[in-house]
């Protein structure tokens, strides 16, 4: 199983980037997926999750508003989209998915995912 994360970068705040997490080796579609985030000396938190179908989400309170999630099952492909970005926002954003099938989006927790991308780069100037 492979997760690869990318469009990560360096913006000003108030700018917005969309990041894209491809999967491979697992069958995408019947997996919840998430995003995290880890800055440098904090341990890694939760951002938001998509139900198997993209039909529901979940989002931490620090980002509702600003970021969306959404899927697009036929190219195995999850994306986050983020808007007004703030110098907090700063951290390697990593994707996950689910092991198993769950109708769940509510995923907040790390150990409920079984398969983790590398992560990119999110770097946010003030």
């Known amino acids: 199983v492979q997760l690869q994360a990318c469009g990560g970068g360096l913006v000003q705040a108030g700018g917005s980037l969309r990041l894209s997490c491809a999967a491979s080796?697992?069958?995408?579609?019947?997996?919840?997926m998430g995003w995290f985030r880890q800055a440098p000396g904090k341990e890694r938190e939760f951002v938001t999750s998509i139900s198997w179908s993209g039909g529901s989400t979940y989002y931490a309170d620090s980002v509702k508003g600003r970021f969306t999630i959404s899927r697009d099952n036929a190219k195995n492909t999850v994306y986050l989209q983020m808007n007004s970005l703030k110098p907090d926002d700063t951290a390697v954003y990593y994707c996950?998915?689910?092991?198993?099938?769950?109708?769940?989006?509510?995923?907040?927790?790390?150990?409920?995912?079984?398969?983790w991308g590398k992560g990119t780069q999110v770097t946010v100037s003030s």
């Open positions: 996950a998915a689910t092991p198993r099938f769950t109708g769940s989006s509510r995923l907040q927790n790390a150990n409920e995912y079984g398969y």
């Open positions: 080796g697992v069958a995408f579609s019947t997996r919840a």
